[in-house]
């Protein structure tokens, strides 16, 4: 039984440029959920999405957007790149939203130089 | 929106003697409490979770303590080892409100003295 996968491992980007990032949730589960961990820091919710569609946000700006497909896998887009976006971006998947437990997946690190 | 404190940001303890990190939260609709262990490079692991409705969780060497009333909760490891080594990270969320997005404390770096 796969667990969360996140794919690529590493990126690099420059200022301004685009990145999209992929998560594929553990088996029998179907929501997700993006966080964004900055160096030293504990990761920060960005938003959560299930049946498609975002159902909940944390406070990040609108360069940030998400889909869900209908096999519940999920991509993190992040337009107009800045050098403070740099971080490790973490995938949790639940079997549910308001299941509550979370299993994260390796994460993506992502370099803006 | 929830905040959550964690103290210490770091702590050394001698192998085999006990561990105690804490945390705060300030939104008291706040009901599911978990704790992540994260490796240097590695993903956030669950080690232990508690829910409002428990006030005390156990699980071998790990437990987890909560205050309902004074928005605290804790977790104890005891009979460190070498592997307790890592970053330990809390968090708190209001699950089934629609808002179960996980807000987390900045980290308590766990240092094991052989």
């Known amino acids: 039984d796969a667990g969360v996968t996140q794919s690529p491992t590493h990126l690099i980007k420059t200022r301004g440029q685009q990145v999209t990032l992929r998560c594929s949730p553990k088996?029998?589960?179907?929501?997700v959920s993006w966080y964004q961990q900055a160096l030293g820091q504990g990761p920060q919710f960005i938003f959560q999405y299930y049946e498609e569609e975002e159902r909940q946000r944390g406070n990040f700006p609108d360069r940030f957007s998400g889909h869900q497909f209908p096999n519940y896998s999920s991509e993190l887009n992040v337009n107009a790149l800045l050098l403070g976006d740099s971080a490790l971006y973490l995938c949790?998947?639940?079997?549910?939203?308001?299941?509550?437990?979370?299993?994260f997946g390796p994460g993506t690190r992502l370099t803006v130089l | 929106g929830e905040n959550v404190e964690q103290h210490p940001s770091t702590l050394s303890v001698q192998e085999g003697d006990s561990a105690v990190i804490k945390c705060t939260y300030s939104d008291s609709a706040s009901n599911y409490f978990p704790w992540y262990k994260q490796e240097l490079g590695k993903r956030p692991q669950l080690i232990i979770d508690i829910r409002s409705n428990v006030g005390e969780k156990k699980d071998q060497r790990i437990a987890v303590t909560l205050n309902k009333t004074a928005k605290h909760f804790s977790l104890h490891i005891t009979e460190t080892q070498p592997e307790d080594s890592a970053v330990y990270f809390c968090?708190?969320?209001?699950?089934?409100?629609?808002?179960?997005?996980?807000?987390f404390g900045k980290g308590t770096h766990l240092i094991i003295q052989p």
């Open positions: 949790a998947s639940s079997p549910g939203p308001g299941t509550d437990t979370q299993y």
């Open positions: 088996s029998g589960h179907d929501t």
């Open positions: 968090a708190a969320t209001h699950s089934g409100g629609g808002a179960d997005g996980l807000t």
